[in-house]
């Protein structure tokens, strides 16, 4: 006869220096594991954090390259930066070639048409019935020579080709460009940090105001009809300053951007020199 064999097993006092055994292990292995993975999720957040900047800086800058000679301006909290956005620049004819009818433009009577010399390169771009023409912009802020205000600002007008311009309106330019130089533009541009809510956000489509004050906030652009594009979120801070230059040396403008998410803050400057020879 066939003795049956004893049942072996834990006992609860094993089993419970088991769990006891496995707590310790544990905790000293989150002690270990645990800094590292956070390090790398804090890392991760980061490098998220600053390709947004970088983002941010690099699409701020593309429009500062672009932007009309001596029309840049920052409002006084030093987070609304106003541009006007140029779509093509060529030179206009002031002294007929031999032989050819004398369609120049003239600085002593107003004037409605002119040639180009040469032809407008992105002549495509250009909305004549809508774009503008400046010549010989100086200031962003003065009461002459200064496109915002509009004494050297003329509407173009359907007729234009990429070698003559036509205007909406005989107009008198106050001062001719030294270079016969000439900027086609077609809207403002503003670039508005909004701390209240954490964003920076570009701002086109509305119409040119003189003073920057009457387009310095949210409501203010939405309601001129300005068309808004997110360029960044988590914006902490933000400061834009910019150094005038002169004719022969070119303007600069410095971004200082501040984005936080969850503990985590990168600050990232950039600086942009802007052309402004008029």
């Known amino acids: 006869m066939t003795r049956p064999r004893p049942q072996r097993g834990f006992t609860l006092i094993e089993a419970i220096i088991v769990i006891v055994i496995s707590g310790i292990v544990a905790g000293v292995v989150a002690a270990f594991i ?70 120049v433009l003239s600085f002593t009577a107003a004037d409605a048409e002119f040639d180009v010399i040469g032809a407008l390169q992105n002549f495509a771009e250009i909305d004549t019935a809508n774009d503008s023409l400046v010549i010989y912009n100086l200031t962003a802020t003065g009461p002459a020579s200064n496109a915002y205000v509009g004494d050297n600002r003329a509407a173009l007008a359907p007729g234009t080709t990429a070698t003559h311009i036509q205007l909406a309106a005989a107009t008198l330019f106050p001062q001719a460009s030294p270079r016969q130089r000439f900027f086609v533009i077609d809207t403002p541009v503003t670039y508005l940090c909004d701390l209240g809510n954490e964003t920076l956000t570009r701002y086109d489509g509305y119409p040119i105001n003189a003073s920057q004050s009457a387009v310095d906030t949210d409501a203010e652009l939405l309601a001129a009809g300005a068309v808004p594009a997110l360029v960044s979120r988590h ?25 936080s998410d969850q503990g985590e803050t990168v600050t990232l400057m950039h600086q942009v020199h802007v052309y402004n020879t008029p």
């Open 34 to 103: 645990g800094g590292p993975v956070r390090g790398f999720v804090d890392s991760g957040r980061r490098a998220q954090l600053v390709d947004a900047a970088e983002l941010a800086l690099r699409r701020m800058a593309r429009d500062l390259r672009r932007a009309l000679p001596n029309s840049v301006r920052i409002d006084a909290t030093d987070t609304v930066l106003e541009l006007m956005h140029t779509v093509d620049a060529a030179r206009y004819r002031d002294d007929p070639p031999p032989g050819a009818p004398p369609n």
């Open 235 to 259: 914006v902490s801070a933000c400061t834009f300053r910019y150094q005038p230059g002169t004719s022969q040396r070119a303007g600069l403008v410095t971004l200082r951007l501040v984005l």
